[in-house]
């Protein structure tokens, strides 16, 4: 299903995009490269079965709860801005049982705490009919990482305007909606009225959250040997007034509906696979059984 027309397009311009997002100097690769989500101790004043106790019990429990707190604002927040160009898949929280096992299986070797490498607790998907969809999906998340940077240059002035006191090191605009546009006459005057998307300052907006930043992209359009393509870009999502919020790095993935198809027979292939090779087991554990109590009889 879906309309191929284009896809040497995609190919071209998703690897074009991750090769910038590899280069791009705010990129984010772990989940406590956002303060909110930062470790309480540091690991060279822990034991070793105290590390791994917080690592995979304590602060793995913490992305997870935080991760329930994200999952609703995000999940709407992506139907907001991209229903547009295909169907939303809303993936479910990953599971306790997936994180502990991707952490000491996957990231072992990495920094500690290892499950803040985990950057898929929150999920989404969007698939696509045409690749030239793929394409405008695309664009408009760079564009909303652009001008999200691009107004955080000016926040202190929009702070200043609002007789608030500046704060110099913070970024304040987010990508979102909001209830409250107490600021939004100061802004014509501070920022212009030229964006077509709404901005919104933190500290004034309701709980629904925004985009923070495009934290990175992986890109496997293009691949040979993979019977799955997308592009999935890892975003940097905030929740909550800047007096109390949490932030955290979701995942977007973007794919055609040809691939998600195929990805689904794939999978209806495996479940049978796996389904079979369970009751083969389960088989030949009975005749084991069998021949054991018939031995023993004897």
């Known amino acids: 299903g879906g309309d191929l027309q284009g896809l040497d397009t995609l190919i071209q311009k998703a690897r074009n995009m991750a090769e910038r997002w590899d280069k791009a100097p705010e990129k984010l690769d772990r989940q406590d490269d956002l303060s909110t989500n930062m470790p309480e101790f540091k690991q060279k004043h822990l034991s070793h079965e105290m590390a791994y106790d917080y690592d995979l019990k304590v602060h793995l429990n913490k992305l997870l709860f935080t991760a329930k707190i994200m999952n609703l604002p995000f999940h709407e927040w992506i139907e907001s801005h991209f229903s547009q160009f295909g169907s939303i898949m809303r993936g479910p929280i990953k599971s306790y049982k997936r994180c502990l096992a991707k952490a000491e299986n996957d990231y072992s070797d990495k920094k500690w705490p290892t499950c803040c490498q985990i950057l898929d607790f929150?999920?989404?998907?969007?698939?696509?009919?045409?690749?030239?969809?793929?394409?405008?999906?695309?664009?408009?998340?760079?564009?909303?990482?652009?001008?999200?940077?691009?107004?955080?240059?000016?926040?202190?002035?929009?702070?200043?305007?609002?007789?608030?006191?500046?704060?110099?090191?913070?970024?304040?605009?987010?990508?979102?909606?909001?209830?409250?546009r107490t600021y939004t006459s100061m802004r014509s005057a501070v920022i212009?009225?030229?964006?077509?998307?709404?901005?919104?300052?933190?500290?004034?907006?309701?709980?629904?959250?925004?985009l923070w930043q495009v934290a990175r992209m992986k890109n496997s359009f293009g691949m040979e040997?993979?019977?799955?393509?997308?592009?999935?870009?890892?975003?940097?999502?905030?929740?909550?007034?800047?007096?109390?919020?949490?932030?955290?790095?979701?995942?977007?993935?973007?794919?055609?509906?040809?691939?998600?198809?195929?990805?689904d027979r794939i999978h209806e292939l495996y479940e049978i696979e796996r389904d079979k090779r369970f009751f083969d087991d389960v088989h030949a554990k009975l005749i084991e059984e069998g021949n054991s109590g018939g031995a023993s009889s004897k």
Not at 192 to 210: F, H, K, P, Q, V
Not at 231 to 248: H, P, Q, T
């Open 122 to 180: 929150v999920r989404a998907q969007l698939v696509c009919e045409t690749p030239n969809d793929v394409i405008q999906a695309m664009e408009l998340l760079e564009e909303m990482h652009r001008q999200v940077r691009e107004q955080n240059r000016v926040s202190v002035k929009v702070k200043e305007a609002a007789g608030k006191t500046a704060r110099i090191t913070g970024n304040y605009l987010l990508i979102g909606s909001t209830r409250d």
């Open 225 to 263: 040997g993979r019977d799955f393509q997308d592009v999935k870009f890892s975003l940097a999502f905030r929740v909550g007034k800047e007096s109390n919020y949490k932030n955290m790095i979701c995942e977007f993935g973007i794919t055609l509906k040809a691939y998600k198809e195929h990805q």
């Open 192 to 210: 212009g009225e030229s964006t077509n998307i709404d901005l919104m300052l933190a500290d004034e907006a309701d709980s629904r959250g925004g």
